[in-house]
T-cell receptor
Framework: GESVGLHLPTLSVQEGDNSIINCAYS??????FIWYKQESGKGPQFIID?????DKRQGQRVTVLLNKTVKHLSLQIAATQPGDSAVYFC??????????FGTGTRLKVLA | GAGVSQTPSNKVTEKGKYVELRCDPI?????LYWYRQSLGQGPEFLIY????????DSGLPNDRFFAVRPEGSVSTLKIQRTERGDSAVYLC?????????????FGPGTRLTVL
């Protein structure tokens, strides 16, 4: 069936380093992808999105890369800060209201 | 402006009891969604409302789960005869419209624990 998954359940990085969080998806019909950040006790918060007609999109300190050939998505966070510590989810969408979320990666920022 | 709010933030109940979880969406948002999030997992879709009607309830696990949105704003998720497996965080989200052009804004969730 359709699925969105993550390669690494936990990622630890030094403060100031760059972080890369990966995601694999299986539905080739998906044309819209979102990265969410979820802090403890809070709901998911939108970070950045990308459509399938793009392979890269940049925001403030974050970049999302999309490789449709291998159905792979990544989130890059530059100069990781303690406030970036959270669980990160990718989600895919095939043009409807329904998002399919992956399992999540916990990012730990070490001081 | 206020975001999506959910009450209660935590609910502890006993197996077999009935519970209601409330969601107040962002004012003016016509679309409302319920998700369930188990520990260490991503949110799983339960039901989607467009206005007052449930446009898609395909994610509800069984007939013990029911949701309403009688006036097209506040929604209540109702769970009958709760089971220990129902324990999870129940998230509500709302968006201005439907489709991928409309960002879904999530509430903080209600953590349900069934003893």
């Amino acid at each position: 069936g359709e699925s969105v998954g993550l390669h690494l359940p936990t990622l630890s990085v030094q403060e100031g380093d760059n972080s890369i969080i990966n995601c694999a998806y299986s539905n080739s019909a998906s044309d819209y992808f979102i990265w969410y950040k979820q802090e403890s006790g809070k709901g998911p918060q939108f970070i950045i999105d990308i459509r399938s007609n793009m392979d890269k999109r940049q925001g403030q300190r974050v970049t999302v890369l999309l490789n449709k050939t291998v159905k792979h998505l990544s989130l890059q966070i530059a100069a990781t800060q303690p406030g970036d510590s959270a669980v990160y989810f990718c989600a895919e969408n095939s043009g409807t209201y329904k998002y399919i979320f992956g399992t999540g990666t916990r990012l730990k920022v070490l001081a | 402006g206020a975001g999506v709010s959910q009450t209660p933030s935590n609910k502890v109940t006993e197996k077999g009891k009935y519970v209601e979880l409330r969601c107040d969406p962002i004012s003016g948002h016509t679309a409302l969604y319920w998700y369930r999030q188990s520990l260490g997992q991503g949110p799983e879709f339960l039901i989607y409302f467009q206005g007052t009607g449930a446009a898609d309830d395909s994610g509800l696990p069984n007939d013990r789960f029911f949701a309403v949105r009688p006036e097209g704003s506040v929604s209540t998720l109702k769970i009958q005869r709760t089971e220990r497996g129902d324990s999870a965080v129940y998230l509500c989200a709302s968006s201005l419209g439907q489709g991928s052009n409309n960002e879904q804004f999530f509430g903080p969730g209600t953590r349900l624990t069934v003893l």
